[in-house]
Nanobody, 125 residues
């Protein structure tokens, strides 16, 4: 009964694609901003992409711009991360997060209020 429930992830070869899912299960009528982060061993949590729920405005970190795409299905209360042309350096645990403080897409993990359980993405060379 977590507020954010993730699915997807797995093992993929370099150059391949994966799609991650994040379903919002609580307070679905008042979603402001959802974001995607990842954290590799020994590294800090890194912002990847975010989406404003009303209007669908998006923002991407330069490291994934042009390869990763964030979208949503409002009828299903679900956010997606389509990851293309994956590289070994994309290997990490991927998290979705909810920001309830406003409509601006923030990039700091501390600005987000709720987190999914995380899912492992491993890209082999």
């Amino acid at each position: 009964q977590a507020q954010l429930v993730q699915s997807g992830g797995g093992l993929v070869q370099a150059g391949g694609s994966l799609r991650l899912y994040c379903k919002v299960s609580e307070r679905t009528s008042s979603i402001y901003v959802l974001g995607w982060f990842r954290q590799a061993p020994g590294k800090e949590r890194e912002f990847l992409a975010g989406i404003r729920w009303i209007g669908g405005s998006t923002y991407y970190d330069d490291s994934v711009l042009g390869r990763f795409y964030v979208d949503k299905d409002s009828a299903k209360d679900t956010m997606y991360l389509q990851m293309n042309n994956l590289k070994p350096e994309d290997t990490a645990v991927y998290y979705c997060a909810r920001q309830d403080r406003g409509l601006q897409i923030e990039i700091r993990p501390s600005d987000y209020d709720s987190w999914g359980q995380g899912t492992q993405v491993t890209v082999s060379s």
